[in-house]
């Protein structure tokens, strides 16, 4: 089943290195990063493993819980999280679902064929509080992730649905935002009274403090 943005995440039961987890319960109020890797004990997962550890209070400061995969079981994982502790100089705290059967993966088709028949690629999924998939990436397995562009991402995506605005290109924290075709501008007098510059009738960008 092909997962597409605005989609319900699929919900699942499934053992963690936290305990057995209901997705939905699990996640509550909270956006979800849930994101997939090949295999426990391999290079470019470990780093990736330990960057998400080490960005605990990022993920926090933007009310998101990060939830990792890989095909293997809860006992590999617990070893393998000794190692990136040691390795990667951090305490990983988030749960990791443990998936031999591809139960969840499947669910998610994280398993690309092309690639292989029992590892997933890396995917990622951020998950809105409504249980939505406002967010899809999928990298192949001999590239990590830019995680600067994860908490980017999470930062556009919150303050769009706050402020009813778009985000230009590379745009940052901070930096000034779009006020979508969609709002005319009699409306944008009234959402952005701060105003706005407008370049052309459909780019217009305000700051928003
Ligand atoms: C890795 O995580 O290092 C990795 C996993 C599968 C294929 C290539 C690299």
């Given at each position: 089943m092909g997962l597409h943005l605005g989609d319900i995440a699929p919900d699942f039961e499934i053992d963690t290195t936290k305990g057995k987890i209901s997705f939905h319960e699990w996640l509550g109020d909270s956006w979800g990063f849930f994101f997939s890797h090949p295999?426990?004990?391999?290079p470019v997962c470990t780093t990736e493993m330990g960057k998400t550890a080490k960005l605990a209070g990022e993920f926090a400061a933007r009310n998101t819980k990060p939830l990792g995969l890989s095909t293997d079981t809860v006992d590999e994982h617990n070893k393998w999280i000794t190692d990136i502790n040691d390795t990667q100089g951090c305490s990983l705290e988030f749960p990791i679902v443990a998936d031999p059967d591809h139960k969840v993966a499947q669910l998610y088709d994280m398993i690309h064929p092309g690639e292989s028949d029992t590892a997933a690629v890396r995917t990622v999924f951020i998950i809105d509080p409504a249980k939505k998939i406002r967010l899809t990436l999928t990298y192949p397995m001999q590239v990590g992730r830019n995680f600067d562009e994860i908490l980017r991402v999470i930062d556009a995506l919150q303050l769009g649905d706050k402020h009813k605005i778009a985000t230009p290109a590379d745009w940052q924290k901070g930096q000034k935002v779009i006020i979508p075709p969609s709002i005319s501008n009699e409306e944008a007098e009234k959402i952005f009274p701060q105003g706005w510059d407008e370049q052309r009738s459909y780019l217009r960008l305000t700051e928003i403090k």
């Open positions: 295999a426990d004990f391999t």
